[in-house]
């Protein structure tokens, strides 16, 4: 079901104004806000804390029945070949050693590359943070960083960038100048949001974005969505199914946590992009109105969990972002046993 209202920066809670900048204010007058080409760069180094690999710690959010959801590489055949001692008896070939009187084993190596495809949201619905950052500039890093472990990694990585009316597709390539030209198209699509823009105009933008991925990743890629879902409905569940079957793919959940953690005061404008109406934060009716509202779309979000074997990574723009994906993704451990012995 289509989420039917949106929060825009019309917050009057006690709670403090939301980041949203000035209609006038430029790109770079205040953090948060917006991001630059130059600190999507500078996440290079922090993206070193962490994988995608299907081996993750059990108190990893791909752990256990979603580890095979993220399989890395996979394996191409090489050669067959006599058995050697010390080869692993699980990769004899029974068959060709029934037929020749002599053990083989099959060989195999693992394939070069697996290209990534990145979904990376920056629509006006993005634009919006009561702490740290915006839920764009949030989007922003989370894409930033895994594009830099892919690079690592030695895979090829591209991205589909997209904005309310129209995305960027940049096909996964493997070399510096390539992560380079798609982070400063995240940057470039997210110093175009105003606090003043049109509101409500994005919403089939997500289905587009993940209808032209089903067409590029026909196999074998790791889509990864980075978005906050707004918008999401049924069709949005068949195109993550469909990719989903012959891809790894995760869902980076972008939210802000004000709507969980309502201030005891003061009023609130909701839109839907056209209509508008202010709630008081002081009645009980209201409070439990929106905490129905932000329960249910929370848990048919994480149902894709089991619904389609999506792993579901929930990143708040409120906190650090690099912190977050290494603790999700069960790393945070080890990246603090590093920090010590240095």
């Known amino acids: 079901m289509r989420s039917p209202t949106r929060l825009h920066l019309a917050s009057r809670a006690r709670a403090g104004p939301p980041l949203a900048a000035p209609a006038v204010a430029g790109p770079a007058t205040r953090p948060g806000v917006y991001v630059s080409a130059a600190d999507l760069a500078a996440l290079e180094i922090a993206a070193r804390d962490f994988h995608f690999l299907p081996r993750q710690p059990v108190h990893s959010v791909l752990a256990g029945r979603h580890a095979s959801k993220v399989r890395g590489r996979g394996l191409e055949f090489e ?19 029934a037929r020749t009187g002599a053990p083989h084993v099959r060989v195999y190596s693992e394939e070069k590359d697996r290209p990534v495809l990145l979904l990376v949201d920056q629509r006006m619905n993005m634009f919006f943070g009561t702490r740290r950052a915006m839920k764009s500039v949030s989007a922003a890093e989370a894409a930033a ?40 198209e995240v940057a470039h699509r997210n110093q ?33 969505v980075i978005s906050d879902f707004d918008g999401h409905d049924a069709m949005t569940r068949d195109l993550l199914t469909r990719i989903a079957a012959r891809n790894d793919l995760l869902a980076v959940i972008v939210h802000d946590p004000f709507m969980s953690e309502l201030p005891p005061a003061g009023d609130l404008v909701v839109s839907d992009g056209e209509l508008q109406v202010e709630l008081g934060l002081g009645r009980d009716a209201v409070r439990r109105g929106i905490a129905s509202f932000v329960d249910a779309r929370s848990r048919e979000l994480f149902e894709w969990r089991h619904l389609i074997g999506v792993p579901v990574l929930p990143l708040s723009a409120a906190e650090e972002t690099a912190p977050q994906l290494r603790r999700l993704l069960g790393q945070d451990s080890a990246h603090m046993r590093r920090g010590r012995r240095a």
């Not at 175009?192 to 890629?221: I, K, S």
Request: aromatic residues 6%; charged residues 25%; glycine residues 10%.
């Open 79 to 97: 050669e067959l070949r006599p058995y050697l001692p010390g080869d692993d008896i699980r990769s004899m070939d029974w068959r060709v050693t």
């Open 145 to 184: 960083l895994v594009a830099w472990r892919v690079l690592m990694d030695g895979d090829r990585v591209g991205g589909l960038v997209f904005g309310d009316t129209d995305f960027s597709d940049l096909r996964p390539q493997r070399s510096r100048e390539a992560v380079l030209h798609l982070l400063g």
């Open 192 to 224: 175009l949001l105003r606090a003043d823009a049109p509101a409500g105009r994005g919403g089939d933008q997500l289905n587009r974005a993940l209808q032209h991925a089903a067409r590029l990743a026909h196999h074998d890629h790791l889509v990864v």
